[in-house]
T-cell receptor, first 113, second 114 residues
Framework: AQTVTQSQPEMSVQEAETVTLSCTYDTSENNYYLFWYKQPPSRQMILVIRQEAYKQQNATENRFSVNFQKAAKSFSLKISDSQLGDTAMYFCAFATGANNLFFGTGTRLTVIP | NAGVTQTPKFRVLKTGQSMTLLCAQDMNHEYMYWYRQDPGMGLRLIHYSVGEGTTAKGEVPDGYNVSRLKKQNFLLGLESAAPSQTSVYFC?????????????FGEGSRLTVL
């Protein structure tokens, strides 16, 4: 079975600091895709970053980067120089291709001014 | 840019009533999805469509029906609402069928069944 686990229901970080959100997944597939989606209080979910499992290089999008550890089945999100606009729910998600996109339960991040 | 639009944003129903949620996208996407979001759980796929006139069941389809009569619209229906269907519903669309690309989401519709 494909599962995604986010063990941190809530986190907070001071503005301008760095925070890391954890995600682990379970699959027997070798090729898959991992995502972090952000859901701000307005509720519209948007894609933050995407990682293809066959790529060893960690994905980076401006202040957002991932630490992808394939052997450990770990996919953490690092947010550098946190901004107030980063306050949101963050969902880790996983897809093998033709199957569904599986979501974790989310981590609520609060950036404190 | 409108993107993905859901209507209504909020609705309160009594048990046994019916309703339809409308999802409209203006990105010419072939693939559309309906998810539900419940506290302490990730989004779960209800139904999806791979093109006009096609629909398929997702992870939690019971109690819901869908239709995709036009490419840009994907309707989610509840024929006889139950309290267990109280949730926030999200529509999404994508270019890519295989879930490996980006999904574009609507703002959500909060449904309460009393």
């Amino acid at each position: 079975a494909q599962t995604v686990t986010q063990s941190q229901p809530e986190m907070s970080v001071q503005e301008a600091e760095t925070v890391t959100l954890s995600c682990t997944y379970d699959t027997s597939e070798n090729n898959y895709y991992l995502f972090w989606y952000k859901q701000p209080p307005s509720r519209q979910m948007i894609l933050v970053i995407r990682q293809e499992a066959y790529k060893q290089q960690n994905a980076t999008e401006n202040r957002f980067s991932v630490n992808f550890q394939k052997a450990a089945k770990s996919f953490s999100l690092k947010i550098s120089d946190s901004q107030l606009g980063d306050t949101a729910m963050y969902f880790c998600a996983f897809a093998t291709g033709a199957n569904n996109l599986f979501f974790g339960t989310g981590t609520r991040l609060t950036v404190i001014p | 840019n409108a993107g993905v639009t859901q209507t209504p944003k909020f609705r309160v129903l009594k048990t046994g009533q019916s309703m339809t949620l409308l999802c409209a996208q203006d990105m010419n996407h072939e693939y559309m999805y309906w998810y539900r979001q419940d506290p302490g759980m990730g989004l779960r796929l209800i139904h999806y469509s791979v093109g006009e006139g096609t629909t398929a069941k997702g992870e939690v389809p019971d109690g819901y029906n869908v239709s995709r009569l036009k490419k840009q619209n994907f309707l989610l229906g509840l024929e006889s609402a139950a309290p267990s269907q109280t949730s926030v519903y999200f529509c999404a669309s994508s270019y890519d069928r295989t879930y490996t690309g980006e999904l574009f989401f609507g703002e959500g519709s909060r449904l309460t069944v009393l």
